[in-house]
Protein backbone atom coordinates (compact mmCIF):
# COMPACT_ATOMS: atom_id res chain seq x y z
CA UNK A 1 0.00 0.00 0.00
CA UNK A 2 1.34 3.74 -0.56
CA UNK A 3 2.01 6.03 2.22
CA UNK A 4 -1.14 8.11 1.59
CA UNK A 5 -3.98 5.51 0.36
CA UNK A 6 -5.80 6.48 -2.77
CA UNK A 7 -9.68 6.06 -2.06
CA UNK A 8 -11.75 5.75 -4.42
CA UNK A 9 -15.67 5.53 -3.97
CA UNK A 10 -18.26 5.20 -6.17
CA UNK A 11 -21.81 6.77 -6.06
CA UNK A 12 -25.15 7.78 -7.05
CA UNK A 13 -27.74 10.86 -6.52
CA UNK A 14 -29.96 10.57 -4.23
CA UNK A 15 -27.81 7.90 -2.16
CA UNK A 16 -28.18 7.65 1.77
CA UNK A 17 -25.20 4.81 2.10
CA UNK A 18 -23.12 6.99 -0.31
CA UNK A 19 -23.23 10.00 2.27
CA UNK A 20 -22.44 7.76 5.30
CA UNK A 21 -19.28 6.52 3.79
CA UNK A 22 -18.08 10.11 2.40
CA UNK A 23 -18.96 11.40 5.97
CA UNK A 24 -16.46 8.67 7.25
CA UNK A 25 -13.40 9.13 5.75
CA UNK A 26 -14.28 13.22 6.07
CA UNK A 27 -13.96 12.72 9.52
CA UNK A 28 -10.92 10.52 9.60
CA UNK A 29 -9.30 13.56 7.22
CA UNK A 30 -8.77 11.20 4.65
CA UNK A 31 -9.18 12.43 0.96
CA UNK A 32 -11.40 10.16 -1.45
CA UNK A 33 -12.01 10.80 -5.31
CA UNK A 34 -16.18 9.94 -6.18
CA UNK A 35 -17.38 9.03 -9.56
CA UNK A 36 -21.26 9.45 -9.92
CA UNK A 37 -22.76 6.36 -11.64
CA UNK A 38 -26.23 8.34 -12.16
CA UNK A 39 -26.82 8.68 -15.93
CA UNK A 40 -23.63 7.26 -16.99
CA UNK A 41 -23.94 3.79 -18.37
CA UNK A 42 -19.68 3.24 -18.95
CA UNK A 43 -19.06 4.42 -15.32
CA UNK A 44 -21.82 2.17 -14.13
CA UNK A 45 -20.21 -0.76 -16.06
CA UNK A 46 -16.93 0.51 -14.90
CA UNK A 47 -17.89 -0.31 -11.59
CA UNK A 48 -19.93 -3.34 -11.96
CA UNK A 49 -16.45 -4.70 -13.15
CA UNK A 50 -14.31 -3.37 -10.36
CA UNK A 51 -16.78 -4.68 -7.71
CA UNK A 52 -16.96 -7.94 -9.12
CA UNK A 53 -20.68 -8.02 -10.59
CA UNK A 54 -22.29 -5.54 -7.72
CA UNK A 55 -24.61 -3.19 -8.58
CA UNK A 56 -25.29 -0.98 -5.91
CA UNK A 57 -23.61 1.77 -4.24
CA UNK A 58 -21.26 2.81 -2.92
CA UNK A 59 -18.12 0.56 -3.72
CA UNK A 60 -15.38 1.64 -1.68
CA UNK A 61 -11.56 1.32 -3.17
CA UNK A 62 -8.53 1.27 -1.34
CA UNK A 63 -5.37 1.19 -3.34
CA UNK A 64 -7.99 -0.33 -5.97
CA UNK A 65 -8.46 -3.04 -3.22
CA UNK A 66 -12.08 -3.43 -3.48
CA UNK A 67 -13.72 -2.60 0.06
CA UNK A 68 -17.15 -3.34 -0.85
CA UNK A 69 -20.25 -1.17 0.31
CA UNK A 70 -21.30 0.62 3.04
CA UNK A 71 -22.00 -2.37 5.54
CA UNK A 72 -18.51 -3.74 4.22
CA UNK A 73 -16.68 -0.54 5.18
CA UNK A 74 -18.40 0.23 8.16
CA UNK A 75 -17.69 -3.13 9.52
CA UNK A 76 -13.88 -2.82 8.95
CA UNK A 77 -13.64 0.41 10.37
CA UNK A 78 -15.69 -1.01 13.62
CA UNK A 79 -12.40 -3.56 13.77
CA UNK A 80 -10.37 -1.03 13.44
CA UNK A 81 -9.31 -2.80 10.25
CA UNK A 82 -10.11 0.43 7.80
CA UNK A 83 -7.89 2.20 9.93
CA UNK A 84 -4.89 -0.10 9.22
CA UNK A 85 -5.49 0.08 5.33
CA UNK A 86 -5.68 3.88 5.61
CA UNK A 87 -2.19 3.92 7.55
CA UNK A 88 -3.89 5.61 10.33
CA UNK A 89 -3.84 2.60 13.06
CA UNK A 90 -2.22 2.97 16.42
CA UNK A 91 -1.56 0.70 19.14
CA UNK A 92 -4.92 1.30 21.00
CA UNK A 93 -4.62 -0.69 24.08
CA UNK A 94 -6.85 -1.09 27.24
CA UNK A 95 -6.21 2.47 28.14
CA UNK A 96 -9.13 4.38 28.54
CA UNK A 97 -9.39 7.13 25.97
CA UNK A 98 -11.83 9.35 27.88
CA UNK A 99 -13.68 10.23 30.86
CA UNK A 100 -17.27 11.52 29.57
CA UNK A 101 -20.69 12.45 32.27
CA UNK A 102 -22.92 11.15 29.03
CA UNK A 103 -22.43 9.06 26.54
CA UNK A 104 -25.31 8.49 23.65
CA UNK A 105 -25.09 5.29 21.33
CA UNK A 106 -26.81 6.30 18.10
CA UNK A 107 -27.03 9.51 16.03
CA UNK A 108 -30.94 8.70 14.99
CA UNK A 109 -33.64 11.52 15.73
CA UNK A 110 -33.83 9.74 19.05
CA UNK A 111 -30.40 10.13 19.51
CA UNK A 112 -30.05 13.77 18.09
CA UNK A 113 -32.85 14.80 20.33
CA UNK A 114 -30.65 13.77 23.44
CA UNK A 115 -27.82 15.69 22.16
CA UNK A 116 -29.49 18.58 22.02
CA UNK A 117 -31.50 18.60 25.84
CA UNK A 118 -28.18 17.32 27.40
CA UNK A 119 -25.71 20.06 25.69
CA UNK A 120 -28.48 22.07 26.86
CA UNK A 121 -27.90 21.38 30.11
CA UNK A 122 -24.13 21.57 30.34
CA UNK A 123 -23.56 17.53 30.33
CA UNK A 124 -20.66 17.06 27.27
CA UNK A 125 -22.89 14.60 25.66
CA UNK A 126 -20.48 12.28 23.23
CA UNK A 127 -22.37 10.07 20.46
CA UNK A 128 -21.31 6.92 18.73
CA UNK A 129 -22.61 6.58 15.26
CA UNK A 130 -23.02 2.92 15.41
CA UNK A 131 -23.22 1.13 12.04
CA UNK A 132 -26.08 3.07 10.12
CA UNK A 133 -25.38 6.62 11.27
CA UNK A 134 -28.33 9.07 11.14
CA UNK A 135 -30.59 6.08 11.47
CA UNK A 136 -33.59 5.25 9.62
CA UNK A 137 -34.15 8.39 8.55
CA UNK A 138 -31.59 8.93 6.55
CA UNK A 139 -33.15 6.71 4.10
CA UNK A 140 -36.51 8.01 4.21
CA UNK A 141 -37.05 10.34 0.88
CA UNK A 142 -39.99 12.29 2.55
CA UNK A 143 -40.90 12.95 5.98
CA UNK A 144 -44.56 14.48 5.18
CA UNK A 145 -45.88 14.17 8.97
CA UNK A 146 -42.90 16.01 11.29
CA UNK A 147 -44.35 19.39 12.94
CA UNK A 148 -43.41 22.05 12.02
CA UNK A 149 -42.21 21.50 7.97
CA UNK A 150 -45.55 21.73 5.85
CA UNK A 151 -44.02 21.24 2.61
CA UNK A 152 -42.38 18.33 4.29
CA UNK A 153 -38.52 17.51 4.70
CA UNK A 154 -36.10 14.70 3.68
CA UNK A 155 -35.05 12.72 6.23
CA UNK A 156 -31.70 13.34 5.80
CA UNK A 157 -31.97 16.92 5.70
CA UNK A 158 -33.82 16.85 8.99
CA UNK A 159 -31.06 14.74 10.75
CA UNK A 160 -28.26 16.87 9.31
CA UNK A 161 -29.97 20.18 10.44
CA UNK A 162 -30.43 18.10 13.87
CA UNK A 163 -27.04 17.35 14.27
CA UNK A 164 -25.80 21.01 13.07
CA UNK A 165 -28.12 21.63 16.39
CA UNK A 166 -26.88 19.83 18.79
CA UNK A 167 -23.21 20.52 18.04
CA UNK A 168 -24.17 24.17 18.60
CA UNK A 169 -24.72 23.19 22.40
CA UNK A 170 -21.46 21.07 22.76
CA UNK A 171 -22.74 17.83 21.46
CA UNK A 172 -19.73 16.10 20.03
CA UNK A 173 -20.31 12.73 17.33
CA UNK A 174 -17.61 10.45 16.60
CA UNK A 175 -17.57 7.32 13.99
CA UNK A 176 -17.69 3.92 16.41
CA UNK A 177 -19.98 0.97 17.02
CA UNK A 178 -20.29 0.23 21.22
CA UNK A 179 -19.81 -3.80 21.79
CA UNK A 180 -20.09 -3.65 25.23
CA UNK A 181 -21.41 -1.97 28.53
CA UNK A 182 -20.01 -2.70 31.68
CA UNK A 183 -22.44 -1.65 34.39
CA UNK A 184 -20.69 -3.47 37.30
CA UNK A 185 -18.85 -0.35 38.15
CA UNK A 186 -18.99 3.37 38.56
CA UNK A 187 -18.70 5.08 35.76
CA UNK A 188 -19.62 2.79 33.19
CA UNK A 189 -17.34 1.30 30.86
CA UNK A 190 -17.71 1.74 27.13
CA UNK A 191 -16.14 -0.52 24.82
CA UNK A 192 -15.96 0.31 20.89
CA UNK A 193 -15.56 -2.62 18.13
CA UNK A 194 -12.05 -1.26 17.35
CA UNK A 195 -10.65 -1.85 21.77
CA UNK A 196 -11.25 1.57 22.14
CA UNK A 197 -12.48 1.65 25.69
CA UNK A 198 -14.41 5.34 27.58
CA UNK A 199 -16.08 5.42 30.72
CA UNK A 200 -19.36 7.71 31.37
CA UNK A 201 -21.16 8.68 34.31
CA UNK A 202 -24.81 8.15 32.47
CA UNK A 203 -25.47 6.28 29.24
CA UNK A 204 -28.42 7.10 26.84
CA UNK A 205 -29.07 3.52 24.63
CA UNK A 206 -30.75 5.58 21.48
CA UNK A 207 -28.95 3.06 18.73
CA UNK A 208 -32.52 2.39 16.84
CA UNK A 209 -33.34 -0.65 15.11
CA UNK A 210 -32.03 -2.47 12.21
CA UNK A 211 -33.82 -3.80 8.91
CA UNK A 212 -35.09 -7.49 9.06
CA UNK A 213 -34.30 -9.66 6.40
CA UNK A 214 -36.70 -12.79 5.01
CA UNK A 215 -34.02 -15.65 5.48
CA UNK A 216 -34.92 -17.62 2.24
CA UNK A 217 -32.44 -19.18 0.67
CA UNK A 218 -30.65 -16.91 -2.10
CA UNK A 219 -31.41 -13.50 -0.12
CA UNK A 220 -28.07 -13.49 1.81
CA UNK A 221 -26.39 -14.70 -1.65
CA UNK A 222 -27.96 -11.79 -3.72
CA UNK A 223 -28.00 -9.18 -1.21
CA UNK A 224 -26.46 -6.05 -3.24
CA UNK A 225 -26.61 -7.86 -6.42
CA UNK A 226 -30.59 -7.32 -6.77
CA UNK A 227 -31.48 -7.88 -3.50
CA UNK A 228 -31.97 -4.87 -1.10
CA UNK A 229 -33.35 -3.17 2.01
CA UNK A 230 -33.46 0.16 0.65
CA UNK A 231 -35.16 1.47 -2.46
CA UNK A 232 -34.00 4.72 -2.55
CA UNK A 233 -30.22 3.73 -2.39
CA UNK A 234 -30.64 1.04 -4.97
CA UNK A 235 -34.08 1.15 -6.99
CA UNK A 236 -32.53 3.65 -9.82
CA UNK A 237 -29.93 0.18 -10.77
CA UNK A 238 -33.14 -1.48 -11.73
CA UNK A 239 -34.77 0.78 -14.32
CA UNK A 240 -37.13 -0.39 -16.42
CA UNK A 241 -37.61 -3.90 -14.49
CA UNK A 242 -40.24 -5.57 -12.80
CA UNK A 243 -39.37 -5.45 -9.13
CA UNK A 244 -41.22 -7.20 -5.80
CA UNK A 245 -41.43 -5.47 -2.17
CA UNK A 246 -42.23 -7.75 0.64
CA UNK A 247 -44.24 -6.07 3.63
CA UNK A 248 -47.48 -4.34 4.56
CA UNK A 249 -46.37 -1.37 6.60
CA UNK A 250 -45.49 2.12 6.38
CA UNK A 251 -42.07 1.59 4.56
CA UNK A 252 -43.36 -1.09 2.53
CA UNK A 253 -46.05 0.69 1.23
CA UNK A 254 -43.55 4.00 0.98
CA UNK A 255 -40.84 1.96 -1.00
CA UNK A 256 -43.14 0.52 -3.71
CA UNK A 257 -44.25 4.45 -4.14
CA UNK A 258 -40.82 5.17 -4.58
CA UNK A 259 -39.74 2.68 -7.06
CA UNK A 260 -42.42 2.99 -9.72
CA UNK A 261 -40.23 5.91 -10.71
CA UNK A 262 -37.57 3.25 -11.82
CA UNK A 263 -39.98 0.12 -12.48
CA UNK A 264 -41.71 -1.25 -15.03
CA UNK A 265 -44.32 -2.61 -12.42
CA UNK A 266 -43.74 -3.46 -8.74
CA UNK A 267 -45.63 -6.06 -7.20
CA UNK A 268 -46.12 -5.42 -3.45
CA UNK A 269 -46.08 -9.14 -1.77
CA UNK A 270 -47.78 -9.23 1.88
CA UNK A 271 -48.43 -12.44 3.49
CA UNK A 272 -51.83 -11.87 4.96
CA UNK A 273 -55.07 -9.81 3.38
CA UNK A 274 -54.33 -6.71 5.61
CA UNK A 275 -52.02 -4.10 5.51
CA UNK A 276 -50.46 -2.09 8.88
CA UNK A 277 -49.98 1.32 6.82
CA UNK A 278 -51.59 4.20 7.48
CA UNK A 279 -54.12 5.49 5.93
CA UNK A 280 -52.29 8.02 4.03
CA UNK A 281 -49.96 5.52 2.36
CA UNK A 282 -52.60 2.59 1.51
CA UNK A 283 -54.57 6.11 -0.45
CA UNK A 284 -51.13 6.58 -2.21
CA UNK A 285 -50.60 2.95 -3.08
CA UNK A 286 -54.46 2.88 -4.37
CA UNK A 287 -53.62 5.60 -6.54
CA UNK A 288 -50.44 3.88 -8.29
CA UNK A 289 -52.58 0.60 -8.19
CA UNK A 290 -55.38 2.35 -10.50
CA UNK A 291 -52.35 3.66 -12.59
CA UNK A 292 -51.65 -0.08 -13.19
CA UNK A 293 -47.69 1.17 -11.66
CA UNK A 294 -48.69 -1.20 -8.61
CA UNK A 295 -49.82 -4.60 -8.09
CA UNK A 296 -50.70 -5.96 -4.66
CA UNK A 297 -50.25 -9.68 -3.87
CA UNK A 298 -51.89 -10.67 -0.66
CA UNK A 299 -52.04 -14.09 1.38
CA UNK A 300 -48.15 -14.37 -0.81
CA UNK A 301 -45.03 -14.93 0.54
CA UNK A 302 -41.26 -15.20 -1.10
CA UNK A 303 -39.74 -18.40 -0.30
CA UNK A 304 -36.39 -18.54 -2.77
CA UNK A 305 -34.91 -15.82 -4.81
CA UNK A 306 -33.00 -17.09 -7.88
CA UNK A 307 -29.90 -15.56 -9.77
CA UNK A 308 -26.42 -14.74 -9.67
CA UNK A 309 -24.12 -12.15 -8.56
CA UNK A 310 -22.80 -11.85 -12.76
CA UNK A 311 -26.46 -11.37 -13.76
CA UNK A 312 -28.46 -10.76 -10.80
CA UNK A 313 -31.79 -11.91 -9.93
CA UNK A 314 -33.55 -13.56 -12.52
CA UNK A 315 -37.23 -14.76 -10.73
CA UNK A 316 -37.76 -15.71 -7.42
CA UNK A 317 -40.07 -18.52 -6.15
CA UNK A 318 -43.80 -17.50 -3.98
CA UNK A 319 -46.38 -19.28 -2.88
CA UNK A 320 -49.98 -18.20 -1.89
CA UNK A 321 -52.96 -19.34 0.32
CA UNK A 322 -55.98 -17.38 0.89
CA UNK A 323 -56.02 -17.29 4.35
CA UNK A 324 -52.32 -15.98 4.53
CA UNK A 325 -49.41 -16.93 5.70
CA UNK A 326 -48.79 -19.58 2.61
CA UNK A 327 -45.74 -20.85 3.84
CA UNK A 328 -46.49 -22.70 7.27
CA UNK A 329 -49.16 -23.88 4.99
CA UNK A 330 -47.33 -25.67 2.28
CA UNK A 331 -49.28 -28.95 2.66
CA UNK A 332 -52.43 -27.19 2.36
CA UNK A 333 -53.89 -28.27 -0.92
CA UNK A 334 -55.19 -24.51 -1.56
CA UNK A 335 -51.63 -23.08 -1.45
CA UNK A 336 -50.15 -22.35 -4.88
CA UNK A 337 -46.61 -22.42 -5.75
CA UNK A 338 -45.83 -20.02 -9.12
CA UNK A 339 -42.89 -17.72 -10.40
CA UNK A 340 -42.38 -14.63 -10.87
CA UNK A 341 -39.39 -12.94 -13.44
CA UNK A 342 -38.03 -9.96 -11.37
CA UNK A 343 -35.07 -7.83 -11.50
CA UNK A 344 -35.15 -6.91 -7.98
CA UNK A 345 -36.47 -7.89 -4.75
CA UNK A 346 -36.69 -5.06 -1.11
CA UNK A 347 -37.30 -6.34 1.57
CA UNK A 348 -39.24 -4.00 4.28
CA UNK A 349 -40.82 -6.39 6.97
CA UNK A 350 -39.59 -4.54 9.85
CA UNK A 351 -36.77 -4.30 11.76
CA UNK A 352 -34.87 -5.70 15.34
CA UNK A 353 -33.73 -3.33 17.84
CA UNK A 354 -29.91 -2.86 17.86
CA UNK A 355 -29.41 -3.80 21.62
CA UNK A 356 -26.68 -6.70 21.52
CA UNK A 357 -24.63 -4.33 23.35
CA UNK A 358 -25.80 -4.15 26.38
CA UNK A 359 -26.34 -8.10 26.41
CA UNK A 360 -24.03 -8.51 29.80
CA UNK A 361 -25.56 -5.54 31.29
CA UNK A 362 -28.84 -6.07 34.05
CA UNK A 363 -31.26 -4.33 31.80
CA UNK A 364 -34.38 -6.02 31.31
CA UNK A 365 -35.79 -6.54 27.28
CA UNK A 366 -38.92 -8.38 25.96
CA UNK A 367 -38.42 -11.09 23.56
CA UNK A 368 -38.08 -9.38 20.23
CA UNK A 369 -35.19 -7.28 22.61
CA UNK A 370 -36.77 -4.21 22.91
CA UNK A 371 -35.41 -2.23 26.09
CA UNK A 372 -37.82 -2.38 29.03
CA UNK A 373 -38.14 0.80 30.33
CA UNK A 374 -39.65 2.33 33.60
CA UNK A 375 -42.45 3.89 31.41
CA UNK A 376 -45.68 5.58 33.69
CA UNK A 377 -46.06 9.09 34.44
CA UNK A 378 -44.65 12.00 35.91
CA UNK A 379 -40.28 11.72 35.55
CA UNK A 380 -37.68 8.69 34.89
CA UNK A 381 -39.76 7.43 32.45
CA UNK A 382 -36.93 6.49 30.53
CA UNK A 383 -35.13 4.30 33.45
CA UNK A 384 -34.30 1.05 32.81
CA UNK A 385 -33.09 -0.95 35.48
CA UNK A 386 -29.90 -0.28 35.76
CA UNK A 387 -28.99 3.13 37.47
CA UNK A 388 -27.89 5.42 35.14
CA UNK A 389 -28.65 3.79 32.21
CA UNK A 390 -31.57 5.26 29.71
CA UNK A 391 -33.61 4.15 26.62
CA UNK A 392 -35.19 6.42 23.72
CA UNK A 393 -36.53 5.77 20.92
CA UNK A 394 -37.20 2.82 18.68
CA UNK A 395 -34.63 0.42 20.91
CA UNK A 396 -37.72 1.00 23.47
CA UNK A 397 -40.50 1.54 21.49
CA UNK A 398 -42.24 -1.44 19.29
CA UNK A 399 -45.57 0.21 19.05
CA UNK A 400 -45.72 3.76 17.45
CA UNK A 401 -41.69 3.89 16.08
CA UNK A 402 -42.71 8.03 14.30
CA UNK A 403 -40.24 10.56 13.97
CA UNK A 404 -41.79 13.14 16.58
CA UNK A 405 -42.27 10.11 19.51
CA UNK A 406 -38.48 8.95 18.85
CA UNK A 407 -36.95 13.00 19.03
CA UNK A 408 -39.93 13.27 21.86
CA UNK A 409 -38.66 9.90 23.87
CA UNK A 410 -34.84 11.49 23.41
CA UNK A 411 -35.57 14.75 25.19
CA UNK A 412 -37.04 12.92 27.98
CA UNK A 413 -33.92 10.54 28.43
CA UNK A 414 -31.43 13.34 28.37
CA UNK A 415 -33.76 15.22 31.13
CA UNK A 416 -33.90 11.94 33.09
CA UNK A 417 -30.08 11.33 32.58
CA UNK A 418 -29.70 15.01 33.81
CA UNK A 419 -31.98 14.42 37.23
CA UNK A 420 -29.52 11.03 37.48
CA UNK A 421 -26.24 13.01 36.80
CA UNK A 422 -27.72 15.76 39.16
CA UNK A 423 -27.89 13.63 42.46
CA UNK A 424 -24.68 11.84 41.55
CA UNK A 425 -22.97 12.74 44.11
CA UNK A 426 -25.30 10.72 46.65
CA UNK A 427 -25.85 8.19 44.86
CA UNK A 428 -23.35 4.84 46.43
CA UNK A 429 -20.84 3.26 44.33
CA UNK A 430 -21.27 0.09 43.01
CA UNK A 431 -18.55 -2.46 43.05
CA UNK A 432 -18.47 -5.97 40.69
CA UNK A 433 -18.98 -7.80 43.30
CA UNK A 434 -22.71 -6.08 43.39
CA UNK A 435 -23.76 -6.39 39.86
CA UNK A 436 -26.71 -8.45 39.26
CA UNK A 437 -26.60 -11.26 36.83
CA UNK A 438 -27.41 -10.50 33.10
CA UNK A 439 -30.03 -12.63 31.76
CA UNK A 440 -29.03 -15.80 29.65
Known amino acids: ?????????????????????????DAKGVDYVTYNVTGDDELFAEMKERADGRETAPEVFIDDELIGGWDDTSALDAKGELDEKLGLATDGGDDVEEHRKLIIA??????????????????????????????????????????????????????NNMKEQAKRFGAEMEHGIIENVDDSQ????????NGDVYTADAVIAASGASARTLGIPGEDDLMGYGVSTCATCDGAFFRGEDMIVVGGGDAAFEE??????????????????????????QKRLDEKVQAGDIEIL?????????????????????????????????????????????GAVFVAIGHTPNTDYLRNTAVETD?????ITEGGRGAGQTKTGVPGLFGAGDVVDFHY??????????SEAALDADDYLEDLPDQPEIEATDAAPADD
Open 1 to 25: MSETPTVEIYTKTDCPYCEKAKDLF
Open 106 to 159: GTGISALSAAIYAGRSDNDPLLFEGDEPGGQLTLTTEVENYPGFPEGISGPELI
Open 186 to 193: RPFRVELA
Open 256 to 281: ANFLTKFADTVYLVHRREEFRAEDYW
Open 298 to 342: TNTELTEVHGTPEDGVSHVDLVRNPDGHPSEKLDDPETESFQMDV
Open 367 to 371: DDGYL
Open 401 to 410: QQAVTAAGMG
